[in-house]
């Protein structure tokens, strides 16, 4: 016994995050209840934001659409993309992407893949007709 103190407090919310479609619920609660930082975030560069949103301020996001109900953490960069109802862990790289209702973890990259997709912590997804030819092309 350390001398703590414990009480009871009541919430207004109780939110569950043990499957995927209650953590996308959790966070369009979250974004709808004062989470939502659309407006203090910067649309330059091509980049439309349907609200509610947020979006670290370490983020990086050019020529995309972001939103409604999206999360994207710090060191995330998004490139070409339409984002919509999903949460994005640090550090995530998305490119020439349409992702709704997706789950994506710590430091992963997608690159050209459209649809719903849970992936965890450092994974790649790379679809469709990306190729390192047009990698290539695009870096010279």
Not at 100 to 122: A, F, K
Request: proline content about 4%.
């Amino acid at each position: 016994d350390d001398g703590l103190e414990m009480s009871a407090a009541q919430v207004d919310a109780w939110n569950d995050c043990g499957t995927e479609r209650a953590m996308l619920d959790t966070n369009h609660y979250l974004l709808e209840h004062g989470r939502d930082n659309t407006e203090s975030t910067n649309s330059s560069n091509g980049v439309v934001i349907e609200p509610p949103v947020f979006l670290h301020p370490d983020a990086h996001v050019s020529r995309s659409v972001i939103g409604p109900y999206v999360s994207i953490g710090p060191g995330c960069e998004i490139e070409r993309s339409n984002i919509r109802s999903s949460i994005l862990d640090a550090d995530v790289e998305v490119k020439e992407s349409a992702l709704s209702d997706s789950l994506i973890g710590r430091s992963c990259s997608i690159v050209n893949v459209q649809g719903s997709v849970n992936i965890g912590d450092h994974s790649r997804l790379h679809g469709g007709r990306h190729t390192q030819q047009t990698v290539h092309r695009e870096i010279f």
